[in-house]
């Protein structure tokens, strides 16, 4: 049987003829590639094991240990280039410590630990500015059983992530406004599970210590990242940092293959957070919407482009943004069943993850469904759903103007 709507692909779901005509190429490199591998087996093996029986829970093993002595590590450079700039500026003033003092100083700067920051370009959200979304917040948090946020910031993500930032640790929520205006309410709450389940699942990648010895050597990675199409001085460059690079290389790929596990026994144990907290069918169809993220860019460039028209004409685009979320909101509720399954059977091919640390979406989905379903502890509410769009509506309308001024990029 054919299933067809013009909006989408059609496909055959007896025989799966047409179900993933545009299978992307892996890109981001060899590190990036064996990332998405490495991915996919531990997704493949904690799977297994949930479905054996054996309970997942976050645990500190010889794993992350060794990833916490690899951190230390080379935090310990970043000192060591530090003390040695200091003392070739003393020891060596007026010789050549005066070149080297600098460059060492400067490296120790660019490789600092990097703590979280609120962003610059997103509007921000205190308990004043939203009662009610950070209510929902603290109930949601409660019956995860951690503590709520400190700050809410809403972006143009098609995602959301919940971390901590500054020396003090204080916690950070970020929802992308393009997947909130795609999810059904009780969607939205398992969303919220989710990202607050994080804050107790043991995620040693992006500990205080890990997390930012892992942005440290990925700025080595980047600083001696091979020239292209190098002249002769150029090839000489690339050929003295050819061990360095294999080295970094090396310690990015041990630190991926000790937390990377625990990274996703933490996407597991959220998964199960947010199906405890919005009920089974809400994380389930969390899932399902995440697989169409691809459809919800799609949207937002549309309208975009549709705004630049209106710049062109007689009318504003402030006029075409008004109802820009609206319009987003009811493509994807227009989203026919028969074009989830095709992209839940393309996305099991492809192993389509969220990015190379979450297990794949096909997993995380079978995960949810090998048990007995989960009722809601949390139900969505009417009322508060329009309280929480009153206090969203500024943010709701900067966003849209500004995908109506600049574009989307996705």
Request: proline share 5%; net charge positive.
């Amino acid at each position: 049987m054919i299933s067809t709507d013009n909006r989408f692909t059609a496909w055959c779901a007896a025989c799966d003829w047409n179900v993933d005509p545009a299978r992307p190429e892996e890109d981001g490199g060899r590190l990036e590639r064996a990332r998405r591998g490495l991915a996919r087996r531990h997704g493949e093996q904690l799977l297994a094991e949930v479905m054996s029986g054996r309970a997942l829970r976050p645990r500190r093993d010889a794993s992350a240990v060794l990833a916490h002595a690899i951190a230390l590590v080379v935090h310990g450079m970043t000192v060591a280039l530090l003390v040695a700039g200091i003392w070739c500026l003393v020891a060596g003033w007026g010789g050549a410590g005066m070149v080297l003092g600098p460059l060492f100083l400067v490296l120790a700067w660019a490789l600092r630990p990097r703590l979280n920051r609120l962003p610059k370009d997103a509007p921000v959200l205190r308990r004043a500015d939203a009662p009610e979304l950070y209510a929902l917040v603290d109930e949601v948090a409660r019956a995860v059983g951690t503590g709520g946020v400190d700050v809410i910031v809403i972006d143009t993500d098609v995602n959301a992530s919940a971390a901590t930032y500054g020396v003090r640790g204080r916690r950070l929520l970020v929802l992308g406004l393009p997947l909130w205006e795609a999810l059904t309410p009780q969607q939205r709450i398992a969303v919220l599970g989710h990202e607050l389940g994080h804050f107790c699942n043991g995620d040693i990648r992006h500990g205080l210590v890990t997390g930012t010895a892992y942005r440290s050597l990925a700025t080595w990675h980047y600083l001696l990242a091979p020239i292209e199409r190098p002249s002769l001085p150029e090839l000489a460059v690339n050929l003295l940092f050819f061990v360095p690079r294999l080295l970094v290389q090396g310690l990015l790929a041990l630190l991926d293959q000790l937390t990377l596990r625990a990274t996703q026994r933490g996407e597991y144990l959220a998964d199960s957070s947010a199906a405890r907290v919005g009920s089974t069918e809400a994380a389930v169809g969390l899932l399902d919407r995440l697989l169409a993220t691809g459809s919800v860019v799609t949207t937002l460039r549309r309208e975009a482009s549709a705004a630049r028209a209106v710049r062109s004409g007689d009318r504003r685009p402030d006029d075409r943004a008004d109802g820009l979320w609206d319009r987003l909101a009811a493509h994807v509720e227009s989203i026919p069943g028969h074009e989830y399954e095709r992209l839940r059977r393309a996305g099991a091919l492809r192993g389509h993850a969220v990015d190379s640390t979450h297990p794949p979406t096909h997993l995380r989905r079978e995960h949810l469904l090998s048990g007995a379903p989960v009722p809601a502890a949390v139900v969505a509410d009417d009322e508060r759903e329009r309280r929480i769009a009153a206090e969203l509506a500024g943010p709701r309308g900067a966003l849209a103007r500004r995908i109506a001024r600049d574009g989307f990029g996705g």
